[in-house]
């Protein structure tokens, strides 16, 4: 069962059925506990094997959702944590995907000044992403995760299992980030990923695959825990993905627009001289493998757009994690408007501009 702890300083499980570690786990940590999850069915059966373990104060179930990652939802949480006489001694466990180990870790983070965290991961994005580097926070009206706080958890469980009734959707999320991980790291890691993109997802190895992808997003949040800057290599694809989410008013799920935005940095990267056309049909070939979109309908000015409002809210110049070839990323590139435009026609979904190069 790999334990990822690459300088982090909690343990990271990850594995195939690993309710009894988990109870094993708060068994041995002797405190009360009480377990916070997503009120989807599947994810509740989860908390319910958790709370078995002995000295459980209950489990309390909120029905989650982006739209519900918020001040209102957290105000809920805080309240029952309250109701159910949780005080510092007690141990928080948080059960879901992404949205629940954001709202559940602030919740943590904050109720009397920060309770002792736990979280199981259910979704892929939460096992393969989320879970790790210790952000937390909620949604603003103004925008995404604009209220929250670093804190770590002490520890991380993800039980691939879960996986079998993740909805394909919330699938692709996670794929994206696991294929931008890979880009990362390279190797033998994007390897298995190629291999496996013909399969079927029942036959993948997704331990070693969740594995591998803590593993790069571990040793890079160690490095860099308050995003300084290297952890900016985690956002590759995130500055053409984020400008395509908010164009399309988030009709565009985050996963889509990642991919996406994986494919307009390899070609940033190639029109600038970084990336060579091989790496990237291969990266190309394994997104349109794993059914993930190369391209999209939004308006490549509405895109530009999205593009100009987030640079004057970082009050400077737009900025580019770009790959420089499998295994090897830059960050902090500066790129002209004029590139990064004949960047969007191409990835926009009109066919007259489908040329890669
Ligand atoms: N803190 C970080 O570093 C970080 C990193 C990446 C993403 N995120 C956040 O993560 C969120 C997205 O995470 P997500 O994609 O997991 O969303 P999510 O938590 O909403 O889960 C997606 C959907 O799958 C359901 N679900 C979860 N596990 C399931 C299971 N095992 N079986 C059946 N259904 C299940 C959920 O109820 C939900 O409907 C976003 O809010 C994003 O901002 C945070
Ligand atoms: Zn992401």
């Known amino acids: 069962m790999p334990v990822v702890n690459d300088g982090l300083g909690y343990p ?58 918020d001040l209102r939802t957290l105000e809920k949480v805080l309240d029952a944590l309250l109701a159910a006489g949780v005080d510092r001694a007690t141990t928080v466990v948080g059960v879901g995907g992404g949205v629940a180990g954001d709202l559940f870790g602030f919740a943590a983070a904050s109720y009397m000044r920060g309770v002792p965290y736990v979280h199981v991961a259910t979704s892929l994005v939460s096992m393969a992403d989320a879970s790790v580097g210790g952000k937390t926070g909620v949604n603003l009206a103004g925008g995404k995760n604009l209220a929250g706080a ?43 990923l190629e291999t496996m993109a013909a399969h079927p997802f029942w036959r993948w190895p997704w331990v070693e695959i969740v594995a591998e992808a803590v593993h790069v997003k571990s040793m890079v949040v160690a490095d860099d825990r308050l995003e300084a800057g290297a952890r900016e290599v985690l956002n590759l694809g995130h500055t053409f993905g984020h400008a395509i989410e908010r164009a399309s008013a988030y009709r565009v799920t985050h996963g889509a627009a990642l991919s996406v935005g994986l494919r307009a940095a390899g070609l940033l990267a190639m029109r600038t001289g970084r990336f060579s056309l091989e790496e990237h049909v291969r990266v190309l070939a394994l997104l349109a493998l794993l059914g993930l979109p190369l391209r999209t309908r939004v308006a490549p000015d509405l895109i530009l757009a999205a593009m100009s409002a987030d640079k004057k809210r970082r009050a400077g110049k737009l900025r580019f994690v770009l790959p420089l070839a499998i295994g090897d990323v830059e960050y902090g590139v500066v790129a002209s408007e004029r590139t990064v435009a004949s960047v969007l026609r191409t990835i926009s979904q009109l066919p007259d501009d489908s040329s890669e190069s």
């Open 12 to 69: 990271i499980s990850v594995g195939y059925g690993l309710g009894p570690e988990i109870r094993r786990f708060l068994r041995e940590r002797g405190s009360p506990f009480v377990v916070l999850s997503d009120a989807q069915r599947d994810v509740l059966a989860a908390a319910r094997i958790v709370a078995k373990a002995p000295r459980c104060k209950g489990v309390l179930a909120f029905p989650l959702g982006e739209r519900r990652k």
């Open 150 to 192: 670093f804190a770590d958890p002490v520890a991380v469980f993800s039980d691939v299992r879960r996986l079998e009734t993740l909805p394909f959707r919330s699938l692709r999320e996670g794929l994206a980030e696991v294929v931008k991980a890979a880009i990362v790291e390279g190797g033998a890691f994007f390897e298995t």
